[in-house]
């Protein structure tokens, strides 16, 4: 079945360093759907971005990620990296015109000082 | 700004006891979704809805049931509650004008004893 692999677990980086979030997806969609969703704590998980289109880079809050197809790859990246950004973050998949998701494991990302 | 709301948000249980989720969305969206959240896990969907009347299987249905009554309402059911069912449950709608994006509720964190 259709599959979605991130970084795990926590990832704490420094203030001002770059962010990096690792997705892969597995899937027999011709046309799939990438997302990334954010969970800040006491909120409700939000979309951050999505893409379906190959190699077009889709940029929103300051992180951007770029949709490779024949890497089937999604990853989440930021050039520097704020306290604010400290949350859950989620990628997701589905096919276009399907709208059922399937969620990676999550990845915390903590921000420090 | 979407709306999806949940009921309660949180409850104690006791094992083999009958548990209702309560999700309103204000949002006039087809589709709604029920999720629970676990660490190691990320979303995990349990059922889903593309409207009033109809009800679907998700990824973990076991030991749920889930009601769509009308476009503004879905349920998720435990019928005989057990502690492994302990976890955050997320409602989500979506199917608006971005169609594939989805509108998450604040969560009902859910204690089984």
């Known amino acids: 079945g259709d599959s979605v692999t991130q970084t795990e677990g926590l990832v704490t980086l420094t203030e001002g360093l770059p962010v990096m979030l690792n997705c892969t997806y597995q899937t027999i969609y011709s046309n799939p759907f990438l997302f990334w969703y954010v969970h800040y704590l006491n909120e409700s998980p939000r979309l951050l971005l999505k893409?379906?289109?190959?190699?077009k880079r889709t940029e929103h809050q300051g992180f951007h990620a770029t949709l490779h197809k024949s890497s089937s790859s999604f990853h989440l990246q930021k050039s520097s990296a704020q306290l604010s950004d400290s949350a859950l973050y989620y990628c997701?998949?589905?096919?276009?015109?399907?709208?059922?998701?399937?969620f990676g494991a999550g990845t915390r990302l903590k921000v420090i000082a | 700004e979407a709306a999806v709301t949940q009921s309660p948000r949180n409850k104690v249980a006791v094992t083999g006891g009958k548990v209702t989720l309560s999700c309103n969305q204000t949002?006039?969206?087809?589709?709604m979704y029920w999720y629970r959240q676990d660490t190691g896990h990320g979303l995990r969907l349990i059922h889903y809805s593309y409207g009033a009347g109809s009800t679907e299987k998700g990824d973990i249905p076991d030991g749920y049931k889930a009601s769509r009554p009308s476009q503004e309402n879905f349920s998720l059911i435990l019928e005989l509650a057990t502690p492994s069912q302990t976890s955050v449950y997320f409602c989500a709608s979506g199917g608006g004008w971005d169609q594939d994006t989805q509108y998450f509720g604040p969560g009902t964190r859910l204690l089984v004893l």
């Open positions: 997701a998949l589905s096919d276009t015109g399907n709208y059922k998701y399937v």
């Open positions: 949002n006039n969206h087809n589709n």
């Open positions: 893409s379906s289109t190959d190699n």
